[in-house]
């Protein structure tokens, strides 16, 4: 069991930062993909950004590519996303996932990831 607790949300204006955390426990050992993935208000959840902690290969999704910044401290067991020039469209909870694709690359698809943080909300008015 891994067991996920993301930290750091809350209201900015438009143009602003956050940094989200994301303290990971458990058999972290046996998942190899970890990242964040959003929802807003009456949408599906979207993976924005993966990391694979084996090959150290990232993935950014469009809107988010250029802004938001995926990082670990693994003394710490510790996930960051780094967010800038945040926009009204990144209003959503955001949510820490991790998850196992052995010998294959991570995929924003929700369905990979078996563990999941409760969510912290991001709000970002204009």
């Known amino acids: 069991q891994v067991q996920l607790v993301e930290s750091g949300g809350g209201s900015v204006q438009a143009g602003g930062s956050l940094r989200l955390s994301c303290a990971a426990s458990?058999?972290?050992?046996?998942?190899?993909?970890m990242g964040w993935f959003r929802q807003a208000a009456g949408k599906e959840r979207e993976g924005v950004v993966l990391?694979?902690?084996?090959?150290?290969?990232?993935y950014y999704s469009d809107s988010v590519k250029g802004r938001f910044t995926i990082s670990q401290d693994n003394a710490k067991n510790t996930m960051y996303l780094t967010m800038n020039s945040l926009n009204p469209d990144d209003t959503a909870m955001y949510f820490c996932?991790?998850?196992?694709?052995?010998?294959?690359?991570?995929?924003?698809?929700?369905?990979?990831?078996?563990?999941w943080g409760q969510g912290t909300q991001v709000t970002v008015s204009s």
């Open positions: 458990g058999s972290t050992d046996r998942t190899n993909c």
């Open positions: 990391i694979n902690s084996i090959s150290g290969n990232r």
């Open positions: 996932a991790a998850g196992v694709r052995y010998l294959r690359e991570c995929r924003p698809i929700a369905s990979d990831y078996n563990y």
